[in-house]
Protein backbone atom coordinates (compact mmCIF):
# COMPACT_ATOMS: atom_id res chain seq x y z
CA UNK A 1 0.00 0.00 0.00
CA UNK A 2 1.70 3.46 -0.81
CA UNK A 3 1.14 6.73 1.34
CA UNK A 4 -1.30 6.68 3.39
CA UNK A 5 -3.35 10.37 3.20
CA UNK A 6 -6.27 12.20 5.64
CA UNK A 7 -8.35 12.76 2.56
CA UNK A 8 -8.77 10.98 -0.77
CA UNK A 9 -10.57 13.81 -3.23
CA UNK A 10 -11.94 11.77 -6.11
CA UNK A 11 -12.79 14.02 -9.40
CA UNK A 12 -10.72 17.51 -9.93
CA UNK A 13 -13.37 19.42 -11.50
CA UNK A 14 -15.78 22.25 -10.50
CA UNK A 15 -16.31 20.44 -7.05
CA UNK A 16 -13.14 18.05 -6.27
CA UNK A 17 -10.78 20.95 -7.16
CA UNK A 18 -12.49 23.21 -4.91
CA UNK A 19 -13.16 20.65 -1.72
CA UNK A 20 -8.83 20.23 -2.70
CA UNK A 21 -7.83 23.36 -2.09
CA UNK A 22 -9.92 24.17 0.92
CA UNK A 23 -8.34 20.91 2.89
CA UNK A 24 -5.28 21.60 1.59
CA UNK A 25 -4.95 25.56 2.72
CA UNK A 26 -6.16 23.95 6.02
CA UNK A 27 -3.03 21.67 6.25
CA UNK A 28 -4.82 18.86 5.67
CA UNK A 29 -2.89 15.85 3.33
CA UNK A 30 -4.76 15.31 0.49
CA UNK A 31 -4.67 13.27 -2.83
CA UNK A 32 -6.71 14.07 -5.54
CA UNK A 33 -7.57 12.06 -8.59
CA UNK A 34 -8.76 12.59 -11.82
CA UNK A 35 -8.64 10.37 -15.39
CA UNK A 36 -8.13 13.12 -17.33
CA UNK A 37 -6.32 16.46 -17.53
CA UNK A 38 -6.92 19.61 -15.43
CA UNK A 39 -9.78 21.79 -16.99
CA UNK A 40 -10.61 19.42 -19.48
CA UNK A 41 -14.19 19.79 -21.57
CA UNK A 42 -15.50 16.23 -21.17
CA UNK A 43 -17.11 16.83 -17.98
CA UNK A 44 -19.53 19.89 -16.68
CA UNK A 45 -17.13 22.69 -15.72
CA UNK A 46 -15.75 24.32 -18.92
CA UNK A 47 -17.69 26.41 -21.64
CA UNK A 48 -16.01 30.01 -21.09
CA UNK A 49 -18.74 31.48 -18.95
CA UNK A 50 -20.84 30.65 -16.13
CA UNK A 51 -24.22 32.44 -14.29
CA UNK A 52 -23.59 33.76 -10.54
CA UNK A 53 -26.18 35.32 -8.71
CA UNK A 54 -27.94 35.43 -5.46
CA UNK A 55 -31.46 35.92 -5.71
CA UNK A 56 -32.29 32.36 -6.21
CA UNK A 57 -35.59 30.96 -8.08
CA UNK A 58 -34.24 27.01 -7.09
CA UNK A 59 -35.30 27.98 -3.41
CA UNK A 60 -34.36 30.98 -1.03
CA UNK A 61 -32.81 27.76 1.28
CA UNK A 62 -29.54 28.39 -1.06
CA UNK A 63 -29.07 31.91 -0.01
CA UNK A 64 -27.18 31.28 2.82
CA UNK A 65 -24.81 29.44 0.98
CA UNK A 66 -24.48 32.24 -2.29
CA UNK A 67 -23.52 34.71 0.25
CA UNK A 68 -20.77 32.46 1.29
CA UNK A 69 -19.62 31.59 -1.98
CA UNK A 70 -19.56 35.01 -3.01
CA UNK A 71 -17.06 35.73 -0.32
CA UNK A 72 -15.18 33.03 -1.30
CA UNK A 73 -15.15 33.62 -4.55
CA UNK A 74 -13.60 37.19 -3.92
CA UNK A 75 -10.80 35.54 -1.83
CA UNK A 76 -10.20 32.84 -4.39
CA UNK A 77 -9.60 36.03 -6.73
CA UNK A 78 -7.19 37.60 -4.22
CA UNK A 79 -5.62 34.39 -3.49
CA UNK A 80 -4.62 34.02 -6.99
CA UNK A 81 -4.25 37.10 -8.29
CA UNK A 82 -6.99 37.57 -11.28
CA UNK A 83 -10.23 38.49 -11.46
CA UNK A 84 -12.62 35.32 -11.61
CA UNK A 85 -15.86 36.74 -11.09
CA UNK A 86 -17.42 40.03 -13.22
CA UNK A 87 -20.57 41.72 -11.73
CA UNK A 88 -22.34 42.06 -14.83
CA UNK A 89 -25.49 42.15 -13.35
CA UNK A 90 -28.42 39.54 -14.37
CA UNK A 91 -32.10 40.25 -15.72
CA UNK A 92 -34.25 37.06 -14.97
CA UNK A 93 -37.18 37.22 -17.58
CA UNK A 94 -40.97 35.83 -17.45
CA UNK A 95 -44.53 36.61 -17.36
CA UNK A 96 -46.10 37.23 -13.92
CA UNK A 97 -46.23 33.95 -11.94
CA UNK A 98 -43.46 32.32 -14.12
CA UNK A 99 -40.63 30.26 -11.73
CA UNK A 100 -37.69 32.30 -12.53
CA UNK A 101 -39.63 35.99 -12.18
CA UNK A 102 -41.56 35.10 -9.20
CA UNK A 103 -39.04 32.43 -7.42
CA UNK A 104 -35.67 35.19 -7.84
CA UNK A 105 -38.21 38.01 -6.72
CA UNK A 106 -38.99 35.43 -3.40
CA UNK A 107 -35.18 35.02 -2.65
CA UNK A 108 -34.42 38.33 -3.35
CA UNK A 109 -37.44 40.00 -0.47
CA UNK A 110 -36.64 36.88 1.60
CA UNK A 111 -32.81 37.20 2.01
CA UNK A 112 -32.83 41.19 0.68
CA UNK A 113 -30.32 40.65 -2.13
CA UNK A 114 -30.45 44.58 -3.80
CA UNK A 115 -32.72 44.02 -6.73
CA UNK A 116 -35.39 46.03 -8.70
CA UNK A 117 -38.26 44.94 -10.76
CA UNK A 118 -38.56 46.03 -14.40
CA UNK A 119 -40.92 46.42 -16.77
CA UNK A 120 -40.80 46.20 -20.13
CA UNK A 121 -39.94 49.60 -21.29
CA UNK A 122 -37.83 49.99 -18.23
CA UNK A 123 -35.44 46.88 -19.20
CA UNK A 124 -35.06 48.56 -22.74
CA UNK A 125 -34.34 51.86 -21.58
CA UNK A 126 -31.57 50.48 -19.47
CA UNK A 127 -30.13 47.82 -21.36
CA UNK A 128 -31.16 48.78 -25.21
CA UNK A 129 -30.30 45.21 -26.89
CA UNK A 130 -33.33 43.75 -24.51
CA UNK A 131 -36.94 44.01 -25.90
CA UNK A 132 -38.70 41.73 -23.73
CA UNK A 133 -42.25 41.20 -25.21
CA UNK A 134 -45.41 42.90 -23.29
CA UNK A 135 -46.50 41.32 -19.99
CA UNK A 136 -43.16 40.28 -19.05
CA UNK A 137 -41.67 41.09 -15.88
CA UNK A 138 -37.73 41.44 -15.19
CA UNK A 139 -36.00 40.77 -11.59
CA UNK A 140 -32.46 42.92 -12.36
CA UNK A 141 -29.96 41.70 -9.64
CA UNK A 142 -27.17 43.91 -9.31
CA UNK A 143 -24.84 41.51 -8.34
CA UNK A 144 -24.83 38.59 -10.25
CA UNK A 145 -22.55 38.06 -12.97
CA UNK A 146 -20.55 35.31 -14.67
CA UNK A 147 -17.56 33.62 -13.75
CA UNK A 148 -15.39 30.98 -16.45
CA UNK A 149 -15.44 27.81 -15.05
CA UNK A 150 -11.97 26.75 -16.60
CA UNK A 151 -10.11 29.38 -15.00
CA UNK A 152 -11.83 28.56 -11.65
CA UNK A 153 -10.98 25.24 -11.57
CA UNK A 154 -8.01 25.68 -12.67
CA UNK A 155 -7.36 28.30 -9.68
CA UNK A 156 -8.45 25.60 -7.36
CA UNK A 157 -6.26 23.48 -8.32
CA UNK A 158 -3.26 25.55 -8.51
CA UNK A 159 -3.67 26.74 -5.19
CA UNK A 160 -4.47 23.45 -3.39
CA UNK A 161 -0.96 21.58 -5.21
CA UNK A 162 0.52 25.36 -4.13
CA UNK A 163 -0.22 24.65 -0.51
CA UNK A 164 0.92 20.77 -0.46
CA UNK A 165 -1.89 18.64 -2.26
CA UNK A 166 -1.04 16.10 -4.50
CA UNK A 167 -2.72 16.06 -7.49
CA UNK A 168 -2.49 13.13 -10.00
CA UNK A 169 -4.32 13.56 -13.55
CA UNK A 170 -4.95 10.46 -15.45
CA UNK A 171 -5.09 8.00 -12.94
CA UNK A 172 -8.99 7.75 -12.13
CA UNK A 173 -10.18 5.68 -9.55
CA UNK A 174 -11.32 2.11 -10.37
CA UNK A 175 -13.11 1.29 -7.15
CA UNK A 176 -13.09 1.71 -3.49
CA UNK A 177 -13.99 0.42 0.23
CA UNK A 178 -14.45 1.66 3.58
CA UNK A 179 -14.31 0.75 7.34
CA UNK A 180 -13.82 1.61 10.73
CA UNK A 181 -10.54 2.77 9.78
CA UNK A 182 -10.91 4.81 7.08
CA UNK A 183 -11.04 4.57 3.35
CA UNK A 184 -9.08 2.15 0.72
CA UNK A 185 -8.92 3.36 -2.80
CA UNK A 186 -7.74 1.47 -6.00
CA UNK A 187 -7.28 3.42 -8.73
CA UNK A 188 -5.36 2.80 -12.42
CA UNK A 189 -1.78 3.34 -10.57
CA UNK A 190 -2.20 1.98 -7.27
CA UNK A 191 -3.85 1.82 -4.10
CA UNK A 192 -4.20 4.59 -1.09
CA UNK A 193 -5.65 4.60 2.47
CA UNK A 194 -6.48 7.29 3.93
CA UNK A 195 -9.22 8.66 6.88
CA UNK A 196 -12.28 9.65 4.71
CA UNK A 197 -12.81 10.11 1.07
CA UNK A 198 -14.36 12.53 -1.22
CA UNK A 199 -16.52 11.55 -4.50
CA UNK A 200 -16.89 14.35 -6.65
CA UNK A 201 -16.90 12.68 -9.99
CA UNK A 202 -19.50 14.78 -11.92
CA UNK A 203 -21.47 12.69 -14.55
CA UNK A 204 -19.08 9.78 -13.98
CA UNK A 205 -21.29 9.42 -10.22
CA UNK A 206 -23.01 6.11 -10.85
CA UNK A 207 -19.56 4.44 -11.59
CA UNK A 208 -18.56 5.24 -8.41
CA UNK A 209 -21.66 5.11 -6.33
CA UNK A 210 -23.28 2.03 -8.22
CA UNK A 211 -24.59 0.50 -4.61
CA UNK A 212 -26.08 3.32 -3.64
CA UNK A 213 -28.49 3.69 -6.63
CA UNK A 214 -29.27 7.31 -6.89
CA UNK A 215 -31.14 8.17 -9.21
CA UNK A 216 -29.19 10.27 -11.87
CA UNK A 217 -30.23 11.55 -15.07
CA UNK A 218 -27.06 12.87 -17.37
CA UNK A 219 -28.56 15.33 -20.31
CA UNK A 220 -26.37 17.04 -23.23
CA UNK A 221 -26.84 20.69 -23.21
CA UNK A 222 -25.03 22.73 -26.06
CA UNK A 223 -23.65 26.01 -25.54
CA UNK A 224 -23.97 27.99 -28.62
CA UNK A 225 -22.20 31.54 -30.13
CA UNK A 226 -23.71 34.12 -32.69
CA UNK A 227 -22.11 36.96 -33.72
CA UNK A 228 -24.36 39.75 -33.12
CA UNK A 229 -25.94 41.31 -36.26
CA UNK A 230 -26.65 45.10 -33.96
CA UNK A 231 -22.54 44.64 -33.43
CA UNK A 232 -20.87 43.75 -30.31
CA UNK A 233 -20.60 46.94 -28.55
CA UNK A 234 -24.64 46.49 -28.31
CA UNK A 235 -23.74 43.50 -26.28
CA UNK A 236 -21.05 44.86 -24.04
CA UNK A 237 -20.74 43.58 -20.54
CA UNK A 238 -21.24 47.24 -19.74
CA UNK A 239 -24.56 47.67 -21.23
CA UNK A 240 -25.70 44.15 -21.30
CA UNK A 241 -26.18 41.38 -18.48
CA UNK A 242 -26.07 38.04 -18.25
CA UNK A 243 -29.83 37.07 -18.41
CA UNK A 244 -32.20 33.89 -18.39
CA UNK A 245 -35.70 34.20 -19.94
CA UNK A 246 -38.52 31.79 -18.31
CA UNK A 247 -40.72 31.77 -21.71
CA UNK A 248 -44.40 30.77 -21.50
CA UNK A 249 -44.20 28.70 -23.92
CA UNK A 250 -42.03 26.77 -20.99
CA UNK A 251 -39.06 27.11 -22.76
CA UNK A 252 -35.61 28.69 -20.77
CA UNK A 253 -32.94 30.29 -22.87
CA UNK A 254 -30.47 32.00 -21.08
CA UNK A 255 -27.20 34.01 -22.09
CA UNK A 256 -24.26 35.92 -21.68
CA UNK A 257 -22.61 39.52 -22.66
CA UNK A 258 -20.19 39.59 -25.36
CA UNK A 259 -16.56 38.52 -23.89
CA UNK A 260 -14.45 38.53 -26.24
CA UNK A 261 -15.58 41.42 -28.81
CA UNK A 262 -16.70 39.30 -31.24
CA UNK A 263 -19.34 36.77 -29.95
CA UNK A 264 -22.31 35.88 -27.82
CA UNK A 265 -23.39 32.82 -25.97
CA UNK A 266 -27.02 31.76 -25.06
CA UNK A 267 -28.52 28.04 -24.59
CA UNK A 268 -31.52 26.68 -23.35
CA UNK A 269 -31.36 25.80 -19.66
CA UNK A 270 -34.65 23.30 -19.85
CA UNK A 271 -37.44 23.09 -22.04
CA UNK A 272 -40.73 21.69 -21.29
CA UNK A 273 -41.60 21.54 -24.79
CA UNK A 274 -39.39 19.15 -25.85
CA UNK A 275 -35.74 17.91 -24.63
CA UNK A 276 -33.56 21.02 -24.14
CA UNK A 277 -30.60 19.09 -25.82
CA UNK A 278 -32.55 18.96 -29.32
CA UNK A 279 -32.73 23.01 -30.05
CA UNK A 280 -30.77 23.73 -32.57
CA UNK A 281 -28.16 27.19 -32.86
CA UNK A 282 -31.23 28.20 -35.73
CA UNK A 283 -33.61 27.13 -33.86
CA UNK A 284 -32.35 29.11 -30.60
CA UNK A 285 -31.41 32.39 -32.45
CA UNK A 286 -35.04 32.00 -34.16
CA UNK A 287 -36.59 31.43 -30.75
CA UNK A 288 -34.47 35.04 -29.04
CA UNK A 289 -35.26 37.09 -31.70
CA UNK A 290 -38.27 38.20 -29.90
CA UNK A 291 -36.44 39.11 -26.54
CA UNK A 292 -32.84 40.37 -28.36
CA UNK A 293 -33.62 41.03 -32.37
CA UNK A 294 -29.96 42.09 -32.62
CA UNK A 295 -28.86 38.89 -32.13
CA UNK A 296 -29.25 37.70 -35.52
CA UNK A 297 -28.41 33.73 -36.71
CA UNK A 298 -24.61 34.40 -37.62
CA UNK A 299 -23.92 31.33 -35.55
CA UNK A 300 -20.22 31.00 -35.05
CA UNK A 301 -19.40 27.58 -32.93
CA UNK A 302 -21.01 24.99 -30.30
CA UNK A 303 -19.96 23.09 -27.28
CA UNK A 304 -21.83 20.38 -25.32
CA UNK A 305 -21.57 19.85 -21.72
CA UNK A 306 -23.65 17.39 -19.85
CA UNK A 307 -26.27 18.31 -16.57
CA UNK A 308 -26.62 15.63 -14.01
CA UNK A 309 -29.98 15.90 -13.04
CA UNK A 310 -31.46 14.74 -9.78
CA UNK A 311 -35.54 14.44 -9.75
CA UNK A 312 -36.27 17.25 -7.47
CA UNK A 313 -33.41 19.19 -8.96
CA UNK A 314 -31.11 19.81 -5.82
CA UNK A 315 -28.34 18.76 -5.49
CA UNK A 316 -26.49 15.44 -3.46
CA UNK A 317 -24.49 16.67 -0.89
CA UNK A 318 -23.41 14.91 2.67
CA UNK A 319 -22.02 11.64 3.96
CA UNK A 320 -22.81 8.00 2.30
CA UNK A 321 -25.51 6.51 4.08
CA UNK A 322 -23.82 3.48 4.57
CA UNK A 323 -20.26 4.65 5.12
CA UNK A 324 -19.70 8.06 7.56
CA UNK A 325 -15.97 8.56 6.28
CA UNK A 326 -17.03 8.68 2.58
CA UNK A 327 -18.70 12.05 1.65
CA UNK A 328 -20.66 12.34 -1.77
CA UNK A 329 -20.93 15.07 -4.28
CA UNK A 330 -22.84 14.97 -7.46
CA UNK A 331 -25.97 15.55 -9.19
CA UNK A 332 -26.16 18.99 -9.41
CA UNK A 333 -29.14 19.28 -11.92
CA UNK A 334 -27.64 22.44 -14.44
CA UNK A 335 -27.45 25.11 -11.45
CA UNK A 336 -23.99 24.13 -9.19
CA UNK A 337 -20.38 25.93 -10.58
CA UNK A 338 -21.26 28.67 -8.26
CA UNK A 339 -21.47 27.19 -5.42
CA UNK A 340 -18.20 25.48 -5.72
CA UNK A 341 -16.26 27.35 -3.49
CA UNK A 342 -18.77 27.17 -0.49
CA UNK A 343 -19.38 23.26 -0.80
CA UNK A 344 -15.91 22.60 -1.50
CA UNK A 345 -15.62 24.40 2.16
CA UNK A 346 -18.53 22.57 3.47
CA UNK A 347 -17.09 19.26 1.62
CA UNK A 348 -13.45 19.99 3.30
CA UNK A 349 -15.61 19.70 7.18
CA UNK A 350 -17.35 16.99 5.98
CA UNK A 351 -14.15 15.60 5.23
CA UNK A 352 -12.43 16.11 8.21
CA UNK A 353 -15.45 15.49 10.76
CA UNK A 354 -16.11 19.20 11.44
CA UNK A 355 -20.19 19.81 11.27
CA UNK A 356 -21.23 22.55 7.87
CA UNK A 357 -22.77 25.72 9.27
CA UNK A 358 -25.46 25.08 6.92
CA UNK A 359 -28.85 23.06 6.61
CA UNK A 360 -28.01 20.56 4.01
CA UNK A 361 -31.14 18.73 4.52
CA UNK A 362 -32.52 19.61 0.98
CA UNK A 363 -28.82 17.78 -0.55
CA UNK A 364 -29.00 15.04 2.00
CA UNK A 365 -28.26 11.12 -0.38
CA UNK A 366 -30.82 9.31 2.10
CA UNK A 367 -33.53 11.29 0.37
CA UNK A 368 -33.50 8.84 -2.72
CA UNK A 369 -32.11 5.66 -1.18
CA UNK A 370 -35.18 5.98 1.43
CA UNK A 371 -37.23 6.37 -1.68
CA UNK A 372 -36.15 3.24 -3.14
CA UNK A 373 -37.59 0.95 -0.63
C1 LIG B 1 -24.00 23.95 -20.43
C2 LIG B 1 -23.95 24.14 -18.94
C3 LIG B 1 -24.27 25.37 -18.39
C4 LIG B 1 -24.26 25.55 -17.02
N1 LIG B 1 -24.53 26.78 -16.52
C5 LIG B 1 -24.38 27.02 -15.20
C6 LIG B 1 -24.50 28.34 -14.70
O1 LIG B 1 -24.73 29.30 -15.46
N2 LIG B 1 -24.32 28.53 -13.37
C7 LIG B 1 -24.03 27.51 -12.51
O2 LIG B 1 -23.89 27.75 -11.31
N3 LIG B 1 -23.91 26.24 -12.97
C8 LIG B 1 -24.07 25.98 -14.28
N4 LIG B 1 -23.91 24.71 -14.78
C9 LIG B 1 -23.68 23.59 -13.85
C10 LIG B 1 -22.25 23.47 -13.41
O3 LIG B 1 -21.36 23.76 -14.46
C11 LIG B 1 -22.06 22.06 -12.87
O4 LIG B 1 -23.00 21.85 -11.82
C12 LIG B 1 -20.67 21.85 -12.31
O5 LIG B 1 -19.70 22.20 -13.27
C13 LIG B 1 -20.49 20.38 -11.92
O6 LIG B 1 -19.19 20.19 -11.39
P1 LIG B 1 -18.72 18.71 -10.99
O7 LIG B 1 -17.49 18.88 -10.17
O8 LIG B 1 -19.87 17.96 -10.39
O9 LIG B 1 -18.40 17.99 -12.38
P2 LIG B 1 -17.08 18.09 -13.28
O10 LIG B 1 -16.55 19.46 -13.27
O11 LIG B 1 -17.42 17.44 -14.57
O12 LIG B 1 -16.02 17.23 -12.48
C14 LIG B 1 -16.09 15.83 -12.31
C15 LIG B 1 -14.68 15.30 -12.40
O13 LIG B 1 -14.66 13.93 -12.00
C16 LIG B 1 -13.70 13.28 -12.79
N5 LIG B 1 -13.89 11.82 -12.75
C17 LIG B 1 -14.73 11.08 -13.48
N6 LIG B 1 -14.60 9.77 -13.18
C18 LIG B 1 -13.65 9.70 -12.21
C19 LIG B 1 -13.04 8.62 -11.53
N7 LIG B 1 -13.40 7.35 -11.74
N8 LIG B 1 -12.09 8.88 -10.61
C20 LIG B 1 -11.70 10.18 -10.38
N9 LIG B 1 -12.25 11.23 -11.03
C21 LIG B 1 -13.20 10.99 -11.93
C22 LIG B 1 -13.90 13.90 -14.15
O14 LIG B 1 -12.80 13.70 -15.01
C23 LIG B 1 -14.13 15.35 -13.80
O15 LIG B 1 -12.90 16.08 -13.84
C24 LIG B 1 -23.93 24.49 -16.16
C25 LIG B 1 -23.60 23.24 -16.70
C26 LIG B 1 -23.59 23.07 -18.08
C27 LIG B 1 -23.24 21.72 -18.65
Not at 11 to 16: D, V
Not at 23 to 34: A, K, M, P
Not at 205 to 225: I, K, Q, T
Not at 317 to 330: I, S
Request: net charge negative; hydrophobic share 40%.
Amino acid sequence: MATAYDVVVAGLGGFGSATAYHLSTRGVRVLGLDPYPAGHDLGASHGESRIVRQAYFEGSAYVPLLRRTYELWDRLARDAGERLVRHTGGLFLGPAGSRVFEGSLASARRWEVPHEVLDPAEVTRRFPAFRPPAGTAALFETSAGLVGPERAVLAHLRLAAAAGAELRHGEGVTSWSADVDGVVVHTSGGSYSAGSLVLAPGRWASELLAGLGLPLRVERRGMHWFRPRAGADAFDASRFPVWIWDRDDGTAPYGFPCLDGVAVKAAVHYSRVRPADTWTPAELSDLLAELLPGLGNEHLRSVECTYTMTPDEHFVVGRHPAHEQVVVACGFSGHGFKFTPVLGEVLADLATGLAPSYDLSMFDPRRFVGAQR
